[in-house]
């Protein structure tokens, strides 16, 4: 699926193990570059770069590094572990994410699809951002949902203590994912580094199936309606390989098309209020390293 040799290159990729981050991680590998896969189990990571090497033939160059994206402790260890062994970052792809019908709290005490889907890209993107800025052309892709066209900000319940409904804030923590694109873009303008968010469509996946009697609903409609974690996986790799978006930053992208995210994605004073807050939850519980 990708259009580049990218021998050379450095890429990772986080949720790297199963669905679309998998497909991402195996296709990105056949093009040559070395892929970091980023996973919460050791195991899993091992199984998946034996079927990518089984697949192969051996002709990959692939590591792993393991870590839960929802605690800020062990985005400083990936991010660390990192930047000791490699110098460069060609391509991030934030792709870890969760859904849950039922409010959890991360080890840090935060709401958890706003710890996972969000705080996540935002702490991890920063982390990295030294790497990142040595590496010429170097882009970060965020992977999205067209969930975001019903979110909203909701800055005055940000850890979603009041009338929890998981399919609300599933959405609003994909209106984040681009509000972060957007205001990083900003922020690297006028440097080589660019940064794209995007819906990768409604996909077969993993997604959702740790939420006890309520994983039935979502398979059946999975089973019904989904595209294949292959056609979903199209749109990330294409950002971040595709030479047709070269140069291209803070735009939100499906099917490989540049598309018109939600008015509310296009609020700058809010993106920018989020990534305040950000910067502030990052900080106070991560003994942030940025």
Same mark, same amino acid.
């Given at each position: 699926m990708?259009?580049?040799?990218?021998?050379g290159?450095?890429i990772?990729v986080?949720?790297a193990?199963?669905?679309?981050?998998k497909?991402?991680?195996w296709?990105?590998?056949?093009?040559?570059a070395?892929v970091v896969?980023?996973?919460r189990?050791?195991?899993?990571?091992?199984e998946?770069i034996?079927?990518?090497?089984?697949?192969?033939?051996?002709?990959?160059?692939?590591?792993?590094?393991?870590?839960?994206l929802?605690s800020?402790?062990?985005i400083?260890?990936?991010?660390n572990i990192?930047?000791e062994?490699?110098?460069r970052?060609?391509?991030?792809i934030?792709?870890?994410g969760?859904f849950f019908?039922n409010?959890?709290?991360s080890?840090?005490?935060y709401?958890?699809?706003?710890a996972?889907n969000?705080?996540n890209y935002?702490y991890?993107?920063?982390?990295?951002?030294?790497?990142?800025l040595q590496?010429p052309k170097?882009r970060i892709v965020n992977?999205?949902?067209?969930?975001?066209?019903?979110?909203?900000?909701?800055?005055s319940?940000?850890?979603r203590?009041k009338?929890?409904?998981?399919?609300r804030?599933?959405?609003?923590s994909k209106l984040m994912?681009?509000y #972060? %694109? $957007?205001?990083?873009? @900003?922020?690297? /303008?006028?440097?080589h580094?660019?940064?794209?968010?995007?819906?990768?469509g409604?996909?077969a996946?993993?997604?959702?199936h740790e939420?006890g009697l309520s994983?039935?609903?979502i398979?059946i409609g999975?089973r019904?309606?989904?595209?294949?974690?292959?056609a979903?996986a199209?749109t990330s790799?294409?950002l971040a390989?595709?030479s047709?978006?070269?140069?291209?930053?803070?735009?939100? #992208? %499906? $099917?490989?098309?540049? @598309?018109?995210? /939600?008015?509310?994605?296009?609020d700058d004073r809010a993106?920018n209020t989020?990534w305040?807050?950000s910067?502030?939850?990052?900080?106070?519980?991560g003994?942030?390293?940025g």
């Amino acid at each position: 699926m990708a259009d580049t040799n990218n021998t050379g290159k450095v890429i990772l990729v986080t949720g790297a193990t199963a669905g679309i981050g998998k497909v991402t991680a195996w296709e990105l590998a056949r093009t040559g570059a070395t892929v970091v896969l980023v996973g919460r189990n050791s195991q899993k990571a091992k199984e998946t770069i034996r079927e990518i090497l089984e697949d192969l033939h051996g002709n990959a160059r692939l590591d792993a590094i393991i870590g839960d994206l929802s605690s800020l402790k062990d985005i400083q260890n990936v991010a660390n572990i990192f930047k000791e062994k490699y110098s460069r970052l060609d391509v991030l792809i934030n792709n870890a994410g969760g859904f849950f019908f039922n409010r959890l709290e991360s080890v840090d005490g935060y709401e958890m699809t706003l710890a996972l889907n969000h705080l996540n890209y935002f702490y991890l993107t920063k982390l990295l951002l030294d790497v990142i800025l040595q590496t010429p052309k170097a882009r970060i892709v965020n992977v999205s949902s067209s969930a975001h066209y019903i979110g909203k900000a909701n800055f005055s319940d940000l850890q979603r203590k009041k009338g929890y409904f998981g399919w609300r804030v599933y959405a609003d923590s994909k209106l984040m994912n681009i509000y #972060f %694109t $957007r205001v990083l873009a @900003q922020k690297l /303008s006028g440097s080589h580094i660019t940064t794209n968010s995007l819906h990768p469509g409604f996909v077969a996946t993993n997604l959702g199936h740790e939420n006890g009697l309520s994983t039935w609903a979502i398979k059946i409609g999975q089973r019904i309606l989904a595209i294949s974690p292959q056609a979903g996986a199209r749109t990330s790799i294409y950002l971040a390989t595709s030479s047709e978006v070269e140069g291209v930053s803070g735009k939100y #992208f %499906t $099917r490989c098309q540049q @598309q018109r995210p /939600s008015l509310a994605a296009m609020d700058d004073r809010a993106a920018n209020t989020l990534w305040e807050l950000s910067e502030d939850l990052t900080r106070r519980n991560g003994n942030d390293q940025g």
